[in-house]
């Protein structure tokens, strides 16, 4: 079954404290992974696409990284205005469903 | 803002009820998605349509309906409400088929009561 995982569940992070968050899936066929930023009470902003193990994006102070069965969202020297849900999602290739995660709260403090 | 937009932004219902939400793309996008997100369940694809076409479709329950228009925009409808739909409903939208970037709308509160 489709599954994607996202650890941890909740993080807090000192103003400049580097950390990276995790995204494991499992789909039979991979078209995409997508990460996604959310406000609360707000839609999802869309932060990156990656398709092929070994692809990079970076944006900012964020980097996204690919596996074959996980991915990374790095966030270097964090600010508060960082603070958000960071949501993770495949596309499956013969369904074509899309399988988010339940997603990791980050919090920075000034 | 994304240029997506939906309404109503809240909708408050009783059990056994029906109710139409709406959802209008950005300008020049092809494709809409419905998602559900409740605070047990996360964020839930339910369908997506491409140029009014069905594309893709996910746990979408039988109660539950959708369609797109000739002019693009797209309604999600909901019948036989219970208790458990009471969620986020958005709507997003994106320019290809699905391997593109969504954007999504503010989303619809529904309340069933």
């Known amino acids: 079954e489709d599954q994607v995982t996202q650890s941890p569940e909740a993080l807090r992070l000192q103003e400049g404290e580097s950390s990276s968050l995790n995204c494991s899936y499992t789909?039979?066929?991979?078209?995409?992974l997508f990460w996604y930023r959310q406000d609360p009470g707000k839609g999802p902003e869309f932060l990156f696409t990656l398709y092929s193990a070994g692809e990079e994006k970076e944006k900012e102070r964020l980097k996204a990284t690919l596996t074959k069965k996980e991915s990374f969202l790095h966030i270097t020297a964090p600010k508060p205005e960082d603070s958000a849900t960071y949501l993770c999602?495949?596309?499956?290739?013969?369904?074509?469903?899309?399988?988010f995660g339940t997603g990791t709260r980050l919090k920075v403090l000034a | 803002d994304s240029g997506v937009t939906q309404t109503p932004k809240h909708l408050i219902t009783a059990t056994g009820q029906r109710v139409t939400l709406r959802c209008s793309p950005r300008s020049g996008d092809l494709s809409v998605y419905w998602y559900q997100q409740s605070l047990d369940q996360g964020l839930q694809f339910l369908i997506q349509?491409?140029?009014?076409?069905?594309?893709a479709k996910g746990n979408i329950l039988e109660r539950f309906s959708a369609q797109q228009f000739p002019d693009l925009h797209s309604e999600l409808n909901l019948s036989s409400l219970e208790l458990g739909d009471s969620a986020l409903y958005f709507c997003a939208s994106s320019s290809g088929t699905g391997y593109n970037e969504q954007f999504f709308g503010p989303g619809t509160r529904l309340t069933v009561l």
């Open positions: 999602a495949v596309r499956d290739s013969g369904t074509y469903k899309y399988i």
């Open positions: 349509y491409y140029n009014g076409e069905e594309r």
């Open positions: 789909v039979s066929g991979l078209r995409g």
